[in-house]
């Protein structure tokens, strides 16, 4: 789809219309301010050393010559803040006896991953503090490395946490015949015509945003001011009172513009914690920003599951049952949903399937590597990648066409609202639209005789493809649901409308942007509930000061909840400021009318404009008895069900069978997103998001080696696609209205990397398939693609399943200096994060 940029007058409504972005005009020309750009008077810079090892026993620190570096003010270790820091909070028990070890922001006396913080050096600037590292002598007794997820739940297995007394973090489990939700699977297993079973790899991924992460602490004024890039400002003051013990009113945390999260940015992180225990002790402002590699190395990780799935169904591929057994890695500790990710995707396999009975379960493994958290979908990619691969597993089996298969077990349109096996009501959907849609974008049948030719023909270049029809759970969400599955949180947002003397709008929104465009659809939002000009609204967010109530942006929930708060909050300016205009109009409120930001006395022509009744209350000369001088409101918005966005992603790849590369030949996705706000918007989320799901299928992978350092910490070797790297995308959109919220919208902001997975590696076992290549692990590197079709063919020992091998840096040379440094030797940039 391609968007233009239209002409618009002053009466065509806003909604749907392809606003330039507000903030662009700062974000692209360098004027805007990010954390790493703030400087204070007297403020002090800080530098961190990480542990080499990924497990191990600190036995003496030796920090003298340090301490005497120029330009060094202090140094400290885990050992200074033992009895301040307290344990990084967890919010999600999943289980009552889920196992939940400290989370120190500074190690005191035991290293649990290569990268952990071990010392702090704060200096008169950020170079002599880094260069003052050097000073510092740690020995170590180093530990056996856990790091394989199977061999950490053996009898006798190495511990991570030996007062734990295991390795396993916790297990959560679903059935849908205890629930209540649908039959039994050990009946289906047990009946089933077909049935199979398949084991599929969620590689580990790390969020690569484009601004690394960094936090200043102010501790000279009567509040603490933090200000940090973070999805989360409002978590950040609420669960840092709690762990600091810090009076929570004695708190300000600011989020200036944050550039890209993506999940990474979802957290309460040691060197947040860091700053405000080093800003208090020195009564200075103190400032930490991470290196590229540092990002790589410490900050939260993604993903990194094992999911074993068998699927049963009649020989005429009607479904009857659905088993997921997940295994998955928190790493050494738990950040603040950790355990809970998994969860998430307990209620999305089953997708847009009409199984009739499905089990589901989870073991939460605690290893030695960073600590796992949301990572962009956070459990619903990986959900939607497990029964996307293992729906066209079921279609070889029956020898059956895939996307018939499809269509024989989704819900069709008229089914909805439609309660599916894992519990959840989807409210509106119409998956036969937007897949005939797809697949007359795509040519699906031109280039299954394409595909057909080249194989009869014998092509080096063998052509795939890959379908991959889904839904998502956005919006999150409904705070009796995350009550239920014992989140530490609710899931409502707020906003308030503060309306000026002048007529111009402010809107205060407890959501969080960093990239989405939230300045411009809440402005567009607002324009039209009050009838003001889209020039005139202005927005106010990421200040707990300002903005002093949120619950913060992720799981795509600004505008499907904030968005509504802030109708909510337009819609009581108007309440308030109808009896004020029946006063001034000399009529009854029930004869007014408001349209187009006017009321008018219903069939005359006398009026009053919304900024006429503003000055009106500003002046309050001539007010109602007993109305408050005031048209300011604020309402709190608690979604009642999740929305829930879908769509059909084809993907056609040429696999060069004689090297394994494989080149992305045809591209399209139709999604249905609800109401769309900005198209303009909506399309670069689309595009962003097919980068990330598509970087997973072919490039992305966190990988240790034997004793748990890791090998991609620089983007020399951890892969991320540039623009060259990617084809055209086609995109087009399907639309109904979501019935969960009054704007009819569903989220858009992680739909392009929930589907495009399994498209692409469907796509690419596609192509392969007919040399007796079953699986392939992802990434699909040339490596892992060539060594499978070897493999296939016996002209490779296999030492494993086919498409496993060893893991693969992503061709630079590896750093495998764990204190983050990085090595300028093979580092080639450190920019290259994806928008």
Same mark, same amino acid.
């Given at each position: 789809?391609?968007?233009?940029?239209?002409?618009?007058?002053?009466?065509?409504?806003?909604?749907? #219309?392809?606003?330039?972005?507000?903030?662009?005009?700062?974000?692209?020309?360098?004027?805007?301010?990010?954390?790493?750009?703030?400087?204070?008077?007297?403020?002090?810079?800080?530098?961190?050393? *990480?542990?080499?090892?990924?497990?191990?026993?600190?036995?003496?620190?030796?920090?003298?010559?340090?301490?005497?570096?120029?330009?060094?003010?202090?140094?400290?270790?885990?050992?200074?803040?033992?009895?301040?820091?307290?344990?990084?909070?967890?919010?999600?028990?999943?289980?009552?006896?889920?196992?939940?070890?400290?989370?120190?922001?500074?190690?005191?006396?035991?290293?649990?991953?290569?990268?952990?913080?071990?010392?702090?050096?704060?200096?008169?600037?950020?170079?002599?503090?880094?260069?003052?590292?050097?000073?510092?002598?740690?020995?170590?007794?180093?530990?056996?490395?856990?790091?394989?997820?199977?061999?950490?739940?053996?009898? @006798?297995?190495?511990?991570?946490?030996?007062?734990?007394? %295991?390795?396993?973090?916790?297990?959560? &489990?679903?059935?849908?015949?205890?629930?209540?939700?649908?039959?039994?699977?050990?009946?289906?297993?047990?009946?089933?015509?077909?049935?199979?079973?398949?084991?599929?790899?969620?590689?580990?991924?790390?969020?690569?945003?484009?601004?690394?992460?960094?936090?200043?602490?102010?501790?000279?004024?009567?509040?603490?001011?933090?200000?940090?890039?973070?999805?989360?400002?409002?978590?950040?003051?609420?669960?840092?009172?709690?762990?600091?013990?810090?009076?929570?009113?004695?708190?300000?945390?600011?989020?200036?513009?944050?550039?890209?999260?993506?999940?990474?940015?979802?957290?309460?992180?040691?060197?947040?914690?860091?700053?405000?225990?080093?800003?208090? *002790?020195?009564?200075?402002?103190?400032?930490?920003?991470?290196?590229?590699?540092?990002?790589?190395?410490?900050?939260?990780?993604?993903?990194?599951?094992?999911?074993?799935?068998?699927?049963?169904?009649?020989?005429?591929?009607?479904?009857?049952?659905?088993?997921?057994?997940?295994?998955?890695?928190?790493?050494?500790?738990?950040?603040?949903?950790?355990?809970?990710?998994?969860?998430?995707?307990?209620?999305?396999?089953?997708?847009?399937?009409?199984?009739?009975?499905?089990? /589901?379960?989870?073991?939460?493994?605690?290893?030695?590597?960073?600590?796992?958290?949301?990572? #962009?979908?956070?459990?619903?990619?990986?959900?939607?990648?497990?029964?996307?691969?293992?729906?066209?597993?079921?279609?070889?089996?029956?020898?059956?066409?895939?996307?018939?298969?499809?269509?024989?077990?989704?819900? &069709?349109?008229?089914?909805?609202?439609? &309660?599916?096996?894992?519990?959840? %009501?989807?409210?509106?959907?119409?998956?036969?639209?937007?897949?005939?849609?797809?697949? $007359?974008?795509?040519?699906?049948?031109?280039?299954?005789?394409?595909?057909?030719?080249?194989?009869?023909?014998?092509?080096?270049?063998?052509?795939?493809?890959?379908?991959?029809?889904?839904?998502?759970?956005?919006?999150?969400?409904?705070?009796?649901?995350?009550?239920?599955?014992?989140?530490?949180?609710?899931?409502?947002?707020?906003?308030?409308? *503060?309306?000026?003397?002048?007529?111009?709008?402010?809107?205060?929104?407890?959501?969080?942007?960093?990239?989405?465009?939230?300045?411009?659809?809440?402005?567009?939002?607002?324009?039209?509930?009050?009838?003001?000009?889209?020039?005139?609204?202005?927005?106010?967010?990421?200040?707990?000061?300002?903005?002093?109530?949120?619950?913060? &942006?992720?799981?795509?929930?600004?505008?499907?909840?904030?968005?509504?708060?802030?109708?909510?909050?337009?819609?009581?300016?108007?309440?308030?400021?109808?009896?004020?205009?029946?006063?001034?109009?000399?009529?009854?409120?029930?004869?007014?009318?408001?349209?187009?930001?006017?009321?008018?006395?219903?069939?005359?022509?006398?009026?009053?404009?919304?900024?006429?009744?503003?000055?009106?209350?500003?002046?309050?000369?001539?007010?109602?008895?007993?109305?408050?001088?005031?048209?300011?409101?604020?309402?709190?918005?608690?979604?009642?069900?999740?929305?829930?966005?879908?769509?059909?992603?084809?993907?056609?790849? $040429?696999?060069?069978?004689?090297?394994?590369?494989?080149?992305?030949?045809?591209?399209?996705?139709?999604?249905?997103?609800?109401?769309?706000?900005?198209?303009?918007?909506?399309?670069?989320?689309?595009? @962003?998001?097919?980068?990330?799901?598509?970087?997973?299928?072919?490039?992305?992978?966190?990988?240790?080696?034997?004793?748990?350092?890791?090998?991609?910490?620089?983007?020399?070797?951890?892969?991320?696609?540039?623009?060259?790297?990617?084809?055209? /995308?086609?995109? $087009?959109?399907?639309?109904?209205?979501?019935?969960?919220?009054?704007?009819?919208?569903?989220?858009?902001?992680?739909?392009?990397?929930?589907?495009?997975?399994?498209?692409?590696?469907?796509?690419?076992?596609?192509?392969?398939?007919?040399?007796?290549? #079953?699986?392939?692990?992802?990434?699909?590197?040339?490596? #892992?693609?060539?060594?499978?079709?070897?493999?296939?063919?016996?002209?490779?020992?296999?030492?494993?399943?086919?498409?496993?091998?060893?893991?693969?840096?992503?061709?630079?040379?590896?750093?495998?200096?764990?204190?983050?440094?990085?090595?300028?030797?093979?580092?080639?940039?450190?920019?290259?994060?994806?928008?």
């Amino acid at each position: 789809m391609t968007t233009t940029v239209d002409s618009p007058t002053g009466t065509d409504p806003e909604l749907g #219309r392809e606003r330039l972005r507000k903030e662009d005009a700062r974000l692209i020309t360098g004027r805007t301010r990010f954390t790493d750009n703030i400087v204070l008077p007297g403020m002090l810079h800080v530098a961190v050393l *990480r542990s080499p090892f990924a497990h191990a026993t600190i036995t003496s620190v030796d920090t003298s010559d340090a301490r005497s570096r120029p330009g060094v003010h202090a140094v400290y270790t885990g050992a200074d803040f033992a009895a301040e820091q307290g344990s990084l909070p967890c919010a999600w028990a999943i289980t009552p006896d889920m196992k939940t070890p400290d989370h120190p922001a500074v190690a005191v006396d035991t290293v649990n991953f290569a990268g952990e913080i071990v010392a702090v050096v704060v200096a008169r600037s950020a170079y002599e503090a880094a260069d003052a590292l050097d000073g510092i002598d740690i020995d170590y007794d180093e530990l056996p490395a856990v790091l394989d997820m199977e061999a950490a739940l053996a009898d @006798g297995a190495d511990l991570v946490h030996p007062a734990l007394g %295991t390795n396993k973090c916790a297990v959560w &489990t679903f059935d849908s015949a205890e629930a209540g939700t649908g039959s039994s699977v050990t009946d289906a297993l047990a009946a089933a015509e077909v049935t199979v079973t398949r084991r599929f790899r969620q590689q580990r991924l790390i969020p690569a945003f484009m601004e690394p992460r960094s936090v200043v602490c102010d501790p000279t004024g009567e509040q603490l001011t933090l200000w940090t890039s973070t999805q989360v400002p409002h978590l950040v003051r609420t669960m840092m009172a709690m762990t600091l013990g810090i009076p929570e009113h004695k708190l300000r945390v600011i989020a200036p513009d944050v550039g890209g999260g993506f999940g990474g940015k979802l957290q309460i992180t040691p060197e947040e914690v860091l700053a405000v225990m080093l800003g208090r *002790r020195l009564g200075r402002p103190v400032k930490y920003t991470e290196s590229r590699s540092e990002s790589l190395l410490a900050a939260h990780h993604g993903r990194d599951q094992i999911q074993d799935i068998t699927i049963t169904a009649r020989r005429d591929g009607t479904v009857t049952g659905l088993t997921v057994e997940l295994m998955a890695d928190m790493g050494a500790y738990l950040g603040l949903v950790t355990p809970g990710v998994p969860i998430l995707g307990a209620f999305m396999f089953n997708s847009i399937y009409k199984f009739p009975a499905y089990h /589901f379960s989870c073991t939460n493994v605690f290893t030695t590597k960073a600590w796992t958290d949301a990572y #962009r979908g956070a459990g619903r990619p990986e959900a939607t990648f497990g029964i996307e691969r293992i729906m066209d597993e079921l279609a070889v089996e029956l020898d059956m066409e895939p996307m018939e298969l499809r269509r024989k077990n989704w819900i &069709t349109h008229e089914e909805f609202p439609f &309660t599916t096996v894992a519990g959840l %009501t989807y409210d509106t959907g119409n998956y036969e639209a937007s897949t005939d849609k797809a697949m $007359e974008l795509f040519d699906y049948a031109g280039l299954r005789a394409e595909q057909q030719r080249r194989r009869e023909s014998g092509d080096t270049l063998q052509l795939g493809i890959g379908i991959s029809t889904f839904t998502e759970m956005c919006g999150l969400a409904p705070s009796r649901v995350l009550g239920q599955l014992n989140f530490g949180s609710g899931g409502w947002e707020h906003a308030a409308i *503060r309306m000026l003397p002048t007529g111009k709008v402010e809107v205060v929104t407890g959501v969080t942007p960093h990239g989405q465009g939230h300045e411009t659809a809440f402005s567009q939002i607002v324009a039209d509930r009050l009838g003001v000009a889209f020039e005139d609204v202005e927005l106010l967010h990421g200040d707990t000061q300002s903005s002093p109530k949120g619950l913060d &942006t992720y799981g795509s929930r600004s505008l499907v909840v904030g968005g509504v708060a802030i109708v909510q909050a337009a819609d009581k300016v108007i309440d308030k400021a109808r009896p004020i205009a029946a006063h001034l109009l000399e009529c009854a409120p029930e004869d007014l009318e408001f349209a187009g930001g006017r009321f008018t006395v219903r069939g005359t022509e006398a009026g009053l404009g919304i900024a006429d009744i503003s000055l009106a209350v500003f002046t309050a000369h001539n007010l109602p008895d007993g109305v408050e001088p005031s048209l300011d409101s604020q309402a709190t918005f608690d979604p009642e069900n999740f929305s829930y966005p879908h769509g059909t992603h084809l993907c056609a790849v $040429e696999v060069d069978t004689e090297t394994g590369f494989v080149q992305i030949y045809r591209y399209v996705c139709v999604d249905d997103v609800g109401q769309v706000v900005n198209p303009m918007i909506v399309e670069g989320q689309i595009h @962003g998001g097919l980068a990330q799901g598509i970087a997973q299928a072919l490039y992305e992978e966190a990988i240790y080696d034997d004793g748990g350092t890791l090998l991609t910490g620089t983007m020399a070797d951890y892969l991320l696609p540039s623009a060259m790297d990617l084809p055209h /995308f086609t995109t $087009e959109r399907t639309e109904t209205l979501a019935t969960s919220n009054v704007l009819g919208v569903k989220g858009v902001g992680e739909a392009g990397t929930i589907a495009s997975t399994p498209a692409v590696v469907n796509a690419v076992l596609d192509a392969v398939r007919q040399h007796g290549v #079953r699986d392939i692990e992802m990434p699909c590197s040339p490596q #892992r693609v060539w060594r499978a079709l070897e493999q296939a063919r016996g002209g490779l020992d296999a030492g494993g399943p086919a498409g496993r091998n060893t893991p693969e840096a992503g061709g630079g040379l590896g750093t495998t200096d764990a204190s983050g440094s990085v090595d300028e030797s093979t580092s080639t940039t450190d920019e290259g994060g994806l928008a």
